[in-house]
């Protein structure tokens, strides 16, 4: 899976998760869940 913050590729395992719209995502660290947390719309495309 992508981490749609930064890019990088990330496993599904990641500690690194939020859900949006019924969708998980997973990130590569803390700071990039963070930035997906603040503003999941501008991220999340469908
Ligand atoms: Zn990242």
Not at 3 to 12: K, R
């Amino acid at each position: 899976m992508k981490d749609i913050i930064c890019g990088m590729e990330v496993g599904e395992n990641s500690e690194f998760k939020s859900s949006y719209k019924g969708k998980t995502y997973v990130f590569c660290s803390a700071n990039c869940k963070h930035n997906f947390d603040k503003k999941p719309e501008n991220y999340a495309r469908s």
